[in-house]
């Protein structure tokens, strides 16, 4: 059971990329699913997080009004909409997963949370 990123690239600063995660095997439907992204020499760092139950989302104070995450139950697949990118947006995007019950609103950007990882999505954007 894992999930699978695709979409990234590289653009432009200025630019737009949109992130897909895509489940195989498994309904992404009562789960929690979360963006997370890794620079180099950074710590892994939580992005932005949808409850299927509701759609409603978090995001970090640093992509908030740029990046939106969306869910389309029929395709069973979660987007990153990523807009006005900027060259610290630059590192491998993974979308993590984990059953909504178990998912807290104050860890919902704690790595260990979440059960399935996906092998991550490298995203650049030049200056």
């Known amino acids: 059971l894992q999930p699978v990123e695709s979409g990234g690239g590289l653009v432009q600063s200025g630019g737009s990329l949109r992130l897909s995660c895509t489940a195989s095997g498994f309904t992404l439907d009562r789960h929690a699913i979360t963006w997370f992204r890794e620079a180099p020499g950074k710590g892994r760092e939580g992005v932005a997080c949808?409850?299927?139950?509701?759609?409603?989302?978090v995001y970090t104070p640093s992509v908030e009004g740029r990046f939106t995450i969306s869910r389309d139950s029929v395709k069973n697949t979660i987007y990153l909409q990523m807009n006005d990118l900027k060259p610290e947006d630059s590192a491998i995007y993974y979308c993590a997963v984990v059953p909504e019950r178990h998912w807290q609103a104050g860890k919902a950007f704690d790595e260990p949370e979440y059960d399935f990882w996906g092998q991550g999505t490298q995203v650049t954007v030049a200056a």
């Open positions: 949808i409850l299927s139950s509701d759609d409603s989302t």
